[in-house]
């Protein structure tokens, strides 16, 4: 019995000992203080902003009408290129909507990415956009191949914020 009492003791006390003797789990030592700064030459990775626009539109119900859409960058030039594929049931109007809204949200996928761009608002497409300029179309699917039949076709120029309108005579 009296080793039983003894073989106890010694497993409580190694098992006391065993532990940690300092607790740093309430003050780490060395602990990494976090950046703050903000980083202004960020590369833009466009692959995941294309992957964010494909998401959001992919199951929207925010755009009926709205068959398929597609962009390009050209750094070199700082413009963006970009045009919406819509169906008959959307008038000149929405049309005009559905861009300025896809402009922004482009804007918004990078200020992600790079956080000392601004986000986009009612009376702005975003800091994006003070840097580089974009063309927008929206096109009728069924009759891509004649302009006269397009909704939107416009250029803004980089830093100006100037609101996104349907071309005269589009179907209101």
């Known amino acids: 019995m009296k080793k039983k009492i003894v073989a106890a003791v ?9 532990g940690c003797t300092k607790s740093n789990i309430l003050k780490p030592e060395g602990q990494a203080q976090p950046d703050f700064s903000i980083v202004t030459d960020v590369e833009l990775e466009w692959n995941q902003i294309n992957d964010d626009l ?6 929207s119900d925010e755009y009926p009408g709205l068959l398929n859409f597609n962009y390009a960058h050209k750094d070199e030039e700082k413009m963006i290129q970009a045009q919406l594929f819509v ?4 008038n000149g109007k929405k049309a005009a909507s559905y ?7 482009l804007n918004d996928c990078i200020a992600v990415q790079n956080n000392s761009l ?3 608002s009612n ?12 063309t927008i179309q929206v096109i ?11 909704l939107v076709d416009m250029t803004v120029a980089a830093g ?13």
Do not use: N, R
């Open 10 to 18: 010694l497993g409580c006390v190694m098992m006391l000992s065993a």
């Open 54 to 59: 494909v998401d959001f539109y992919e199951d």
């Open 87 to 90: 169906d008959d049931t959307v």
């Open 99 to 105: 861009a300025s809204d896809m402009i922004k949200y």
């Open 118 to 120: 601004a986000l986009s």
């Open 123 to 134: 009376d702005s497409y975003g800091g994006f956009f003070d840097d580089y300029g974009f």
């Open 140 to 150: 009728p699917e069924a009759t891509k191949d004649d302009e006269s039949t397009w």
């Open 160 to 172: 100006e914020h100037t609101s996104i309108v349907p071309l005269e005579g589009a179907a209101e």
